[in-house]
């Protein structure tokens, strides 16, 4: 193939099929995939899968063999030319780790479009031939692909060109933004390109949007490749009944560090499901402070304020300083609506007293914080239930209410979040 300034575009439907010659013009098969390596932003070919009648099997079986993309003269649409004529000296395909079939790993597979973070369908697969080179460069997700791949564009142009002088377009998204969501059902692992990373940056609602839309392979696969607090604030989102198949495709010390990194509500949330063996297996690789904290949640009757309540909250002695919350306060790490309000104990841990961030930074830093709290206070039981909860909220518009023991001491706190959720769980995203 010539290698000077040669550059076109093509489809990979266009030349699958396609007949194969040799250099004396001998028809070698037909093409039937092409294949690439991975680590580039754009996969390059490497070379041509194509299939031919088995000279010593049955009759009609047919094998797949590969030849080098450096023995391609030249690649159109009606056939592939080859340099030198190949005999008998036929490969069987062989595929290694970071290879991947155009045809068979890629189209008609579910892929992540981290753009508009949803799971699209590949339709074709756009490639470049540039300086003797052949490189995947899109995907087509776009129903046009789906008319190429009938040989319908013809007349579909034809008609909504002479109807509405328009012509549906390709819908093409780079490789560089896309990711294979479905896994290689031999090497049970998820194959992706260079932009891993991508799959981190998407919302976890979407991607728990995008986890919901997959099959089972392709759920546990892009579960997998997240990072451990991306794993862990996705599976929050995702269906109670997925999140117990999702865990379960973890070993115990992976699936114990996700839960360690989820709320702890929703842990519980999550633990309460599943049986007490596995349960047994998950406690037993935890960091013992969290594992403690886990199942004094779990002691709680469902459906009452320690059950729903969540552990992750801001609370500092009432003798301390406004410095002092400020500093605890950069330091935490929850959820911004767990740290709406400051709650202040004694030094029996009994809720004293309630601030909001507007009290620490329009004070004086050595303010001593039981002089500005806020001590009428409304609060909860451990043992209120849903109604009494919803109605609390509703009557005091609190973001966050506190749950107090029967010695009123302060056991957590439940959002208002969680508490519509508690009381119409069929609203609950």
Known sequence: MKKASLKMFFFLTEIINHRVVDSRGEVVGKIRDLKAVLGELFPKVVSICIQKKSRGGPKNKKEIFEIGWDNVKTINQNIIKLK??????????????NHILLKDE??????????????????????????????????DIG?????RRLKWTGWVDGITNWLFAYQIRDKLISWKYIQPAAPDPQRK?????????KLNEIHPSDLADIIEELDGQGRTAVFKSLDLQ???????????????????????????????????????????SLPDEKKEKLFREMDKGKKER???LLKFVEGTAGAIMTIEYLSI????????????FKKTTDPLETTSYIYLTDDEEKLAGVLTLRHLIFNPPDTILSSIMKKELIKLSIEDDTNTIADAFKKYKFMALPVVDRNDRLKGIITLRDAVDAKFPEFED
């Open 84 to 97: 030198e004529d190949v005999g008998d000296d036929l490969k069987p395909l062989k595929t290694e780790k």
């Open 106 to 139: 890629i189209l008609d597979k579910q892929v992540v479009d981290t753009f508009g973070a949803k799971v699209e369908r590949v339709n074709d697969v756009h490639l470049l031939l540039a300086e003797g080179e052949l490189r995947l460069v899109h995907v």
């Open 143 to 147: 129903i046009r692909g789906i008319l």
């Open 189 to 197: 692992e998820l194959k992706l390109n260079v932009t891993l990373r």
């Open 230 to 272: 991306t794993a862990a604030e996705t599976l929050e989102e995702v269906d109670p009944k997925l999140q117990i198949s999702l865990i379960e495709e973890h070993t115990e010390d992976k699936a114990s560090d996700i839960l360690e990194e989820m709320a702890p509500d929703e842990a519980v949330d999550l633990l309460l």
């Open 294 to 296: 886990l199942m004094e």
């Open 317 to 328: 002695n009432q003798s301390k300083t406004i410095k002092d919350a400020l500093e605890k």
